[in-house]
């Protein structure tokens, strides 16, 4: 079955960078996009990206433009969603998300990580 | 970009009653691509409606979703216990893709 099996829980300090991983398995990796959403408390989902794992291609959301590298292992069957310049308003679970097709586009996301707590305080 | 408002924000219910959630569009959602996902808490979402009607692989037929344009409803037929969750719809027309604030429907 498909899963997606996200890194650990992280801590960091405001300005520090933070990398997390999604490990895919039960499917090929690269006949499905993967999407990065996250989820601050008390506030709503929030896509942030889109990755292509077939060929690396990329889309961000303008708010996180600048700030945001989505890439992909695909010998490892593995993407990845690096965070910088952290501020605390970044204190959120971090989901990778796979997207239902590999494309050109997003579009909606049939399987979920587990999600990832990362905490941003000084 | 798109926002999506969800009403209404707590849905209180019994178990065997009808839930009628709805999600309202500030523009026309491209082909109707709208998705509805549950989550329970603790755990991420999961996907119970994609392209505004479609239901996804294994979510019983209790679950619709309907509406086109600007306005998207899911109905839960009958609730049973593992019903009670958050429930957030998504647009997947225009970049960048958006999420509703959810609608919690809670045991009464």
């Known amino acids: 079955q498909v899963q997606l099996v996200q890194s650990g829980a992280e801590v960091k300090k405001p300005g520090a960078s933070v990398k997390i991983s999604c490990k895919a398995s039960?499917?090929?990796?690269?006949?499905?996009?993967m999407n990065w959403v996250r989820q601050a408390p008390g506030q709503r989902l929030e896509w942030m990206g889109w990755?292509?794992?077939?060929?690396?291609?990329?889309k961000y959301s303008q708010k996180f433009q600048g700030r945001v590298t989505l890439t992909r292992d695909t010998s490892a069957s593995t993407a990845y969603m690096e965070l910088s310049s952290l501020r605390s308003e970044d204190t959120a679970v971090y989901y990778c998300?796979?997207?239902?097709?590999?494309?050109?586009?997003?579009?909606?996301?049939?399987?979920w990580g587990q999600g990832t707590l990362v905490t941003v305080s000084s | 970009e798109i926002v999506l408002t969800q009403s209404p924000g707590t849905l209180s219910l019994s178990p065997g009653e009808r839930a009628t959630l709805s999600c309202r569009a500030s523009q026309i959602v491209t082909s109707d691509y709208l998705a509805w996902y549950q989550q329970i808490p603790g755990q991420a979402p999961g996907l119970l409606i994609y392209g505004a009607s479609s239901r996804a692989t294994g979510i019983p037929d209790r679950f619709s979703g309907s509406g086109s344009g600007t306005d998207f409803t899911l109905t839960i037929s009958r609730l049973e216990p593992e019903d009670f969750a958050v429930y957030y719809c998504?647009?997947?027309?225009?970049?960048?893709?958006?999420f509703g604030g959810g609608t919690k429907v809670e045991i009464k």
């Open positions: 039960g499917y090929t990796f690269t006949s499905y996009a």
């Open positions: 998504q647009q997947y027309g225009s970049s960048p893709l958006t």
């Open positions: 990755i292509n794992t077939d060929n690396g291609n990329t």
């Open positions: 998300a796979r997207d239902r097709f590999s494309s050109s586009w997003p579009y909606y996301f049939d399987s």
